[in-house]
């Protein structure tokens, strides 16, 4: 684990999918913690309301806010709901604006019917993280570990920047979502890593989901973690 952790803590966005029950937030707070004792400030983000971070690491649970779980170690859990707020306040640059037009029965059902809308301010959250500077400029965060959904859900976060861009062409929205794919497509910031167990169902998960990120997606992968081996 030592040699692959100092290859793979190149990177500032370390994500990991796999398919569900293998373990892939036990590997991603082992991963977390062990680049918090190496002096990485280090940042575990959990996607889709995911909190498994409060048992794996203890601590009180968060509420979209940053939880300091041990030195150089915090944790976010974010959901799609709260991403979308900050995401629409920033750009409508009023929370009451952002209420009267986002927050009625009328406009709400059109907000929450738009395809991949959910995943893409999700990702674009963890973009933002990965931008954000500490007061005297410097990167707020040396790493950042994406214990990503399991692999159907994971694909279609990952698969959804490009397909938005495909949608709109042009504009602000285009502009933030090319921003979100540079990101995820870039190889010196960027590796995804997919975790499975030694058991048939998950390996060809685990293999489907190589592949079509590879054919379809281009997020640069990185290592096979194979939790559970006896």
């Known amino acids: 684990m030592m040699q692959v952790s100092h290859e793979m803590f190149r990177r500032r966005v370390i994500i990991l999918s796999g398919k569900g029950g293998v373990g892939k937030s036990t590997v991603a707070a082992a991963l ?3 680049a918090a004792r190496e ?3 280090t940042l ?3 996607l889709a309301g995911q909190t498994a971070m409060t048992t794996l690491l203890g601590g009180a649970p968060g509420n979209y806010e940053e939880v300091e779980r041990r030195p150089n170690l915090f944790t976010l859990s974010v959901t799609p709901e ?4 900050e995401y629409l306040i920033r750009e409508l640059h009023s929370k009451r604006l952002y209420q009267l037009l986002f927050k009625n029965h009328y406009v709400a059902p059109f907000i929450a019917a738009v395809p991949g809308l959910e995943d893409l301010v999700s990702i674009g959250k963890v973009m933002d ?7 005297r400029g410097h990167p707020r965060w040396d790493l950042i570990v994406v214990d990503a959904p399991a692999t159907g859900q994971g694909l279609n976060l ?12 042009m504009g602000p929205f285009y502009q933030n979502t090319k921003l979100i794919y540079d990101l995820l497509i870039d190889p010196t910031r960027t590796l995804l890593n997919l975790v499975t167990i ?3 169902m998950p390996v060809n998960e685990t293999i489907e989901m190589h592949r079509m990120v590879r054919r379809d997606i281009g997020v640069p992968q990185g290592y096979l973690i194979i939790n559970n081996c006896r």
Not at 129 to 135: G, I, Q, Y
Not at 158 to 169: H, K
């Open 32 to 34: 977390a913690s062990l």
């Open 39 to 41: 002096g990485k400030r």
């Open 44 to 46: 575990v983000v959990e």
């Open 82 to 85: 709260q991403s979308m707020q």
């Open 129 to 135: 993280l990965e931008r954000a500077v500490d007061r």
């Open 158 to 169: 990952l698969r959804v920047p490009r397909a938005m861009m495909e949608m709109t062409r």
């Open 198 to 200: 030694p058991e048939e």
